[in-house]
């Protein structure tokens, strides 16, 4: 299998296409949000590459010489003060949660966001509501320096959870037909 087609990681906030990792002589990345194409749901596992190639996706952990933790995770900071809960917002947990994403709710700081974008770890970032359901952000700014994100072509995390929750709302996706309510 070549890494660089077929196998997407969500790393913290960046989703990452490890296609540079020819180099590595061996690599073991751990807790990988997986999409092997075999299924519309991502589930997690460990991946041992070996020469750029992928040698097995288990839940085994072995030794390699070099070792990353995907953790991938879709972090909010919990409903409160500066966050106001919702119906949308509870909705796009729920479908995040059994898309397989694995969802963090906890105080976010500005400086980690920050700090993951520096890095090139923020793909993406969105906000909920009634009337937008899921919008995208295209930047945020601090201290008078502007942070931009990826473009929204290339957001999958968002879209993947708009997209549900559109099926959802049009009675295509049968998932959470109890959210739905025949009005005669």
């Not at 549900?164 to 309510?181: C, F, G, P, T």
Request: charged content about 25%; some cysteine.
């Amino acid at each position: 299998m070549n890494i660089s087609k077929f196998l997407k990681i969500y790393v913290g906030f960046c989703l990452i296409l490890f296609n540079q990792m020819a180099y590595a002589d061996e690599v073991l990345i751990t807790n990988a949000n997986i999409y092997d194409g075999q299924s519309d749901k991502p589930y997690f596992g460990n991946i041992l590459i070996k020469s750029g190639k992928i040698i097995s996706i288990s839940d085994d952990i072995s030794n390699a010489k070099k070792v990353i933790n995907a953790d991938g995770k879709i972090v909010t900071p919990p409903a409160g003060e500066t966050i106001l809960g919702g119906i949308t917002r509870d909705a796009v947990l729920t479908i995040a949660n059994d898309l397989g994403y694995k969802v963090e709710e906890r105080p976010l700081s500005v400086d980690e966001v920050i700090e993951a974008q520096k890095a090139g770890k923020l793909e993406d970032m969105f906000g909920t509501g009634t009337a937008v359901t899921i919008t995208h952000i295209s930047g945020f700014g601090r201290n008078g320096i502007d942070y931009e994100l990826p473009p929204v072509s290339e957001r999958k995390i968002s879209t993947h959870l708009k997209n549900e929750l559109e099926a959802i709302k049009r009675n295509q996706n049968h998932s959470h037909k109890e959210w739905l309510v025949i009005v005669k």
